[in-house]
C-alpha cells in the first residue's frame, strides 16, 4: 500500500497525524443506514487502513445509527496509541433513515455518550459539534448554546478536543471565544470552493480543515479536465482529485472512505502523487468554471 508519510502531517490538537486518513462513513449500509453488506469486508478495510499507515479515522454514531463505532471498536480495540478517532454529534436516524438535528443540551450529552460506549472509550479524542444548516451547506446563526454543552463535557474530560462541521467563519470565531477549535469539517473538494478563503484563514490559525465529500460524495465528482489530466497521469480521477487537495494547503486533513480494499488501496495511493504546478492551475480551472 502507500506510504502515507510522503503527504506529510499536520496537528490536530496535541497529537499528529497523517494527513491521508479515513472516513468510516461508507462501513454502514446502502444510505448510511443499517449494517454493512459485507460485515467481515469492513473489518478487514479498517484493519488494512491502519496497517499502511492511517492514524486518523473519522466516525460519528449517527452512521447506521450506531454501525460504524461498533465495527470499529470490533476491528481495531484495543486502540493503537498514535490512532486519533474523530467523531461527531448534532444529527439523529429517524426510522425512515432521515437525517435530522439533535443540537439541544440533552441530546449532545447524550450523543457523547454513546459514541463513548460504541466505541469503548473513556474519553474521547475530538468530537466535531454539525451544525445541520442547510444538510450539505453551512449557514449564519449562533452557535454557542451547542458548543458550550460541548465544552462542558470537555471540563468534565469526556472530550479531550472539540470542533465543528458545515460552518461559517463567523461560528468558527464565536466557538473560539468559548473553546478553542481543533479542526473544521466542511464540504470542499476541486468542484465545490467556496471555502476557498475560509482554508487559508485556518491555516495561519493551525487549525486543520478536513473535507467531507472529498470526491464528490453522493454524486461523484466529473469533469472532462479531471478525467484528461488522470490519463496524462496513468492513475485514476479520484487519486488525482485527492492529490490536489493534499496540494491545497498543508491543513487539509483527507477522510475518503470506502467499504473496498482495492478502493480503500487506490485511495491511499493519492498519498504518493505529486502534481506539478502547470496540473494544478489546469485543475483550479474545474472550480472556476
Known amino acids: ?21 479515513y472516513g468510516a462513513m461508507q462501513l454502514a449500509g446502502p ?26 479515522i473519522d466516525t460519528s454514531d449517527f452512521y447506521g445509527p450506531h454501525v460504524t463505532n461498533k465495527i470499529i471498536r470490533e476491528a481495531l480495540h484495543p486502540y493503537a496509541d498514535d490512532l486519533v478517532i474523530v467523531t461527531k454529534v448534532g444529527a439523529l ?37 454539525r451544525i445541520m444548516g442547510n ?29 465543528l462541521s458545515n460552518v461559517t467563519a ?26 476557498d478563503a475560509f482554508v487559508n484563514a485556518l491555516v495561519t490559525q493551525g487549525i486543520a480543515y478536513v473535507p467531507f465529500f472529498p470526491l464528490g460524495g453522493f454524486s461523484p465528482l466529473q469533469s472532462q479536465t479531471l478525467s484528461d489530466v488522470a490519463a496524462r497521469l496513468g492513475v485514476t480521477p479520484m487519486q488525482v482529485a485527492l492529490a490536489w487537495l493534499l496540494a491545497r494547503a498543508p491543513n487539509i486533513l483527507l477522510i475518503p472512505g470506502t467499504s473496498s480494499l482495492g478502493h480503500l488501496r487506490e485511495n491511499l495511493a493519492a498519498a ?18
Open 1 to 21: 500500500m502507500s506510504h502515507l508519510k510522503q503527504a506529510g502531517t499536520f496537528p490536530l490538537g496535541d497529537r499528529t497525524v497523517n494527513r491521508m486518513g
Open 135 to 163: 444538510v450539505h451547506a453551512p449557514s449564519e446563526g449562533s452557535i454557542e448554546p451547542q458548543f458550550s454543552t460541548l465544552a462542558r463535557l470537555q471540563q468534565q474530560g469526556l472530550i479531550r478536543h472539540l470542533g
Open 31 to 56: 444510505g448510511v443506514f443499517g449494517p454493512p453488506r459485507d460485515h467481515a469486508a469492513a473489518l478487514a478495510v479498517l484493519r488494512a487502513a491502519l496497517e499502511a499507515g492511517v492514524n486518523h
Open 170 to 195: 463567523t461560528q468558527v470565531a464565536e466557538a473560539q471565544r468559548i473553546a478553542p477549535v481543533v479542526c473544521v469539517q466542511n464540504q470542499f473538494n476541486l468542484a465545490h470552493r467556496e471555502d
Open 272 to 289: 504518493e502523487l505529486t502534481l506539478g504546478e502547470d496540473v494544478m492551475a489546469e485543475l483550479d480551472g474545474i472550480g472556476r468554471g
Open 93 to 129: 436516524r429517524g426510522d425512515d433513515a432521515s437525517w435530522n438535528p439533535a443540537q439541544s443540551p440533552a441530546q449532545l450529552e447524550q450523543a457523547v455518550h454513546d459514541n463513548l460506549r460504541n466505541l469503548g472509550l473513556d474519553v474521547l479524542d475530538a468530537v466535531n459539534l
